[in-house]
């Protein structure tokens, strides 16, 4: 299975503490290199900074190559190359949270999640408690509709 992540669901399950969840869901992910440089660069929390600097071999980088695509003009860096990066691998899923790059990475046919997807999964595998998880979420700045988030939380309790 070929899993792509840009930036946010990365540096957020970082933040969280949970960011094996992704190892444990998918065995793997591939990020592009562009998003690799955010994770790194000086406006990411240090925490993601030290968590980047060892990186485990289950998360690898890979270069985009391919020229500028107007229809991803809109978006920032890292979520551009990560949609190239799904596309020129065939990806199986796009783990992307910004409202825009979901849009378009669905529009071009990539199956999506977000980091509350993620989230959920690793509940239904029972890996994660997610009511408490999802509190540790909200004391962080990640930004969500409060009514997808109750959505998410009634969904998992009525399972």
Known sequence: MIIVADTSPICYLILLGKIELLQQLFGGVIIPKKVYSELISEGAPSRVQEWME?????????????????????????????????????????IIDERAGRAIAEKRGLKVTGLLGVLELAANADLIELPTVIRALQKTNFRIAPNLLNSVLNRHQNQ
């Not at 980088?61 to 551009?80: A, C, K, Q």
Request: net charge negative.
């Open 54 to 94: 060892q990186m485990p071999n289950w998360l690898e980088v890979r270069l985009v190559t391919g020229g500028n695509d107007s229809g991803l003009r809109n978006l920032d860096p890292g979520e551009r190359e990560a949609i190239m990066l799904a596309e020129n691998l065939a990806a199986n899923l796009i």
